[in-house]
């Protein structure tokens, strides 16, 4: 990972916190590097959990070897974690501070919220009279324990009895949602490891140390992949690769297709490791609608 964002320069990288199981028996928490529309694995622990609400005890050690991990990344100045709502714990919200991370945590239902002294200031639900309306409020503090201050948006999304609200350490905005929206983004690359695109599901193992080292060179590969596939939109190469007109495929496929054919031709191939900080120059049409109200409504 210090190869691939070596270029990376000092800009802000986004993480995603979230479990996944595997079997029905074994639970993969996780942290990964948000990328082009997928997550690329930087941390991991596997453990014996039926369950993909795990304790802050389980937690922890993964948050470390991310922080021990970005330490030696010092041209990456600011770094903003996104969980969802299984991860709204103050205990969590304290452990990204002390990191020196920025952090946004989706939630669901109604939220009671106080004042610095300690004052009630009421749920969000009963100001939220109107479908679709926005309400937004900084320096508060949530939780039985009440911790803060922090910020939070709230929303009431069509068609939805009850509201979507994100806590945040940065101050919330119209814009909220869509930069949280990225954090499901992992949901794809998980999808691509267990069964997309490697096949991890097939293997059938079940020990978690067996799980762990799998998934370390699964995560490999597929840094490799999602580096193959930005350069070939770098070196102007898609529609060598992704025949549509406006791009179809996911950076993990684009670089898989591009190492077979690099393989079927013997030409060169994975010639450098790396990853860009420059936004998508071809976002794909399943992401190329504006990312607003949408994706408050499509919350689920």
Not at 74 to 103: K, N, S, Y
Not at 119 to 146: A, E, W
Not at 220 to 247: C, F, N, Q
Request: charged residues 20%; glycine residues 8%; hydrophobic residues 40%.
């Amino acid at each position: 990972m210090q190869v691939a964002l070596r270029d990376w320069g000092d800009a802000r990288i986004t993480l995603a916190l979230d479990t996944t199981l595997l079997f029905k028996r074994w639970c993969v928490i996780c942290v990964s590097l948000v990328y082009r529309g997928r997550a690329i694995p930087l941390s991991w622990r596997v453990i014996r959990h039926g369950s993909s609400t795990v304790g802050n005890q389980e937690i922890y050690p993964v948050l470390a070897s991310v922080q021990c991990l970005l330490v030696h990344l010092p041209q990456v100045e600011e770094v903003c974690i996104c969980a969802d709502r299984g991860f709204l714990d103050h205990t969590l919200m304290g452990d990204f501070t002390t990191f020196g991370w920025q952090w946004m945590i989706r939630g669901k239902g109604p939220v009671h919220l106080f004042d610095q002294d300690g004052t009630s200031l009421g749920q969000f639900q009963s100001q939220l009279s109107h479908h679709g309306q926005l309400i937004v409020r900084h320096g508060v503090y949530v939780t039985g324990k009440r911790y803060g201050p922090v910020n939070i948006a709230a929303v009431r999304p069509f068609g939805q009895r009850d509201p979507w609200f994100i806590v945040s350490s940065q101050p919330c905005h119209t814009r909220t949602f869509a930069e949280y929206h990225q954090r499901t983004q992992v949901e794809e690359s998980f999808l691509d490891l267990k069964s997309g695109v490697f096949n991890l599901e097939e293997t059938r193992l079940d020990q978690a140390h067996q799980l762990e080292k799998l998934w370390c060179v699964l995560g490999l590969a597929y840094l490799m992949v999602l580096s193959e596939g930005t350069a070939v939109t770098e070196h102007g190469k898609r529609r060598e690769i992704d025949p549509h007109w406006v791009r179809g495929l996911s950076y993990a496929q684009m670089g898989l297709r591009a190492i077979r054919q690099a393989l079927t031709r013997r030409t060169p191939v994975l010639e450098r490791l790396r990853l860009s900080q420059a936004s998508d120059p071809e976002p794909s049409r399943r992401r190329r609608s504006p990312i607003g109200w949408d994706v408050v409504q499509g919350f689920s």
